[in-house]
């Protein structure tokens, strides 16, 4: 079609009410219900406007709009009053129709009556399209509409540096994370960071936090472990004319599951050298006495650009934020009287300047201390004062998460493996979500006199054989596993086999371990080398003890608590010639059936052994 003949097919379809209304479901986390549903448009199906980008496309190109935001706003509420769903309806609309004098809350309720709907039951989403935000008349209009009555969601959180200040300046009652964050969540430790200060964030505001675009079980199971309290997507429901009213079985199983997520692990980095030269980016500055018109015109060409430097001979003097300029620029007259003054008049004189060299933890406290517009429309970066660059709110707030991250989740470097910190972590979020789960603790018998006889370094081979072992014989979703120093590793269980796991990694380090020694030692059992008191003594063979404590939420309310028992049982096992297994078996069983030691039955072991060697309980 040509271009007048697609403005002619947008208003016949306008004009007869062709527009189709799919409904996606908003699922509540907690009570494992549908909340509500989001209306989704989409042209007639044998349209050449039946992909709403092609629709919405069309309608921006010929001035429709509003046109079209209305139509879409009544067919959503005609479709969810006929089909009798419980729950609320959010329903898109772009900043420039919300404040379009037809879109009055009055107007909407009149809508809301002739579908049979009270205001209660419809959210409005806020779609950031608009290069010009009028912020003062959005709030104005947000109010008019929250007195009548109906709230109001922000969409995409995270996409722009403007969806934080709308959330700043409206306070809505719903903010949705972009889908970006939440794609793959299970083993991006940066998005989990992220997804979990957005959370923050929102408690403090009195706002709840939608996630978008969940589409597996694992990115649900973590979003529920995160705390947050709905969220939609393909995995839940995808949009449809007749949405689900109940969640699938595969959802509601992953709600129901008691079994805490294992986060992925940010691999350790020396986070002491970060610095605000991290967070540069490049981009145009202008004198003092550029024209404001000229400004306004670099901005249009560049419209990631939140900000602009003033820079006189090199040195910054100034900042004019985007916001700030644009709302000079669509007053009445706003072009006439500003765009020829020199851009030193419109500018801030004060902005936050800080050195490449500033370290990101004295920068965080710089920005807070400057204000919202600081983190939310930026701060210039120089290197011996002169103009590096800018730098972003957001770009500071993912690496002062990212740091956060190494922090709390540094590994061990000799095996890469989570140290004592992200292990306690991990234990505290077991106790604290009351799952019954595994603590078994891991120690090498004899493994000084092998590093006497071989030296460090072939003990270190041995300890990144253990940390491989009990890496590939782990549940990557389920359990745990921690290096916490030396010969010392933890495993934290919830898979239901995690006794069958241990007696493999038994086997496993018995077999693959013979290698490490010379043949005459394998042979004679063992070797000669001093002890702790320095007298000569023969040794056996390196070999693995493990002690397992089940651990019941009823019994073990402190990491503490778990460490102790966990201990006590390694050092049980330890008592046992050769490699073992010991549990302690005296609280609520996990996985097995109680047992007295005599019904255990012994395993064969390797070569290198000619008994049997039991696994111990008391």
């Not at 947008?10 to 908003?26: F, G, K, S, Y």
């Not at 004098?101 to 309720?109: E, I, R």
């Not at 709390?408 to 910190?421: I, S």
């Not at 054989?465 to 990557?476: M, P, T, V």
């Amino acid at each position: 079609m040509s271009h007048e003949e697609m403005r002619v097919h947008l208003q016949d379809i306008l004009a007869n009410a062709r527009l189709i209304t799919l409904l996606q479901p908003v699922l509540d986390l907690v009570e494992g219900r549908v909340m509500a549903y989001e209306a989704l448009t989409r042209g007639p199906s044998n349209s050449p406007l039946h992909a709403p980008q092609a629709l919405f496309r069309v309608a921006e190109q010929h001035g429709l709009m509003t046109a079209l935001d209305w139509a879409c706003v009544r067919m959503a509420f005609k479709t969810f009053a006929q089909l009798n769903l419980q729950g609320r309806l959010f329903v898109n609309l772009s900043p420039g129709s919300l404040l379009d004098a037809s879109f009055a809350p009055d107007a909407v309720l009149a809508a809301l009556g002739d579908a049979g709907m009270a205001s209660n039951q419809v959210v409005i989403e806020i779609t950031e399209n608009a290069t010009a935000l009028d912020y003062g008349d959005l709030r104005q209009a947000v109010s008019r509409l929250r007195a009548a009555g109906i709230e109001v969601a922000i969409d995409d959180l995270g996409e722009g540096f403007s969806s934080l200040r709308l959330w700043s300046e409206l306070k809505p009652a719903f903010v949705k994370i972009d889908k970006h964050f939440i794609a793959d969540i299970h083993q991006d430790p940066h998005k989990i960071q992220f997804v979990r200060s957005i959370r923050q964030l929102a408690e403090g505001a009195h706002s709840c936090v939608i996630a978008e675009g969940v589409e597996s079980p694992s990115e649900l199971a973590v979003l529920k472990d995160l705390g947050i309290r709905y969220a939609q997507g393909y995995l839940i429901g995808r949009p449809s004319p007749v949405p689900i009213r109940l969640p699938s079985r595969e959802v509601q199983a992953c709600l129901q599951s008691g079994t805490v997520s294992v986060f992925p692990m940010l691999r350790a980095r020396d986070s002491l050298h970060m610095s605000a030269g991290k967070l540069v980016a490049s981009a145009p500055s202008v004198t003092p006495l550029t024209a404001s018109q000229k400004v306004l015109e670099l901005m249009m060409q560049h419209p990631d650009l939140h900000a602009v430097a003033v820079v006189d001979k090199g040195i910054p003097v100034g900042i004019i934020h985007r916001p700030a300029l644009l709302d000079r620029f669509i007053s009445l007259y706003g072009r006439e009287l500003h765009g020829r003054k020199p851009c030193r008049e419109l500018m801030d004189a004060d902005p936050l300047i800080v050195d490449k060299a500033t370290r990101m933890t004295e920068l965080s406290e710089l920005v807070v201390k400057k204000g919202k517009a600081a983190f939310t429309q930026g701060f210039i970066i120089t290197s011996e004062g002169r103009y590096l660059g800018l730098g972003s709110g957001f770009d500071l707030m993912r690496e002062v998460t990212e740091m956060q991250i190494v922090a709390a989740r540094y590994a061990n470097p000799l095996t890469g493996l989570p140290g004592n910190v992200p292990v306690q972590e991990h234990l505290e979020r077991l106790l604290v979500n009351e799952q019954t789960f595994v603590t078994a603790y891991f120690d090498l018998d004899h493994f000084k006199p092998y590093n006497d006889v071989y030296g460090f370094r072939r003990g270190d081979v041995i300890i990144q054989l253990l940390a491989r072992i009990l890496h590939d014989s782990c549940n990557a979703e389920l359990d745990f596993a921690g290096h916490i120093g030396g010969d010392d590793f933890v495993v934290l269980f919830q898979s239901l086999d995690w006794e069958v796991r241990c007696h493999g990694m038994l086997t496993r380090f018995d077999r693959e371990c013979l290698a490490l020694f010379n043949s005459e030692h394998v042979e004679a059992g063992g070797y000669h080398s001093e002890d702790r008191r320095g007298v000569m003594a023969f040794h056996a063979l390196v070999s693995l003890s493990i002690g397992a404590v089940l651990v019941d939420p009823a019994h073990f309310h402190q990491y503490q608590e778990v460490a102790r028992a966990a201990s006590q049982a390694k050092h049980m096992a330890k008592r046992i010639d050769g490699s073992s297994l010991f549990i302690d078996q005296r609280r609520m069983p996990f996985g097995r059936q109680l047992v007295t030691e005599e019904s255990f039955i012994g395993r064969e072991t390797p070569a290198r052994d000619s008994h049997p060697l039991p696994s111990h309980a008391i």
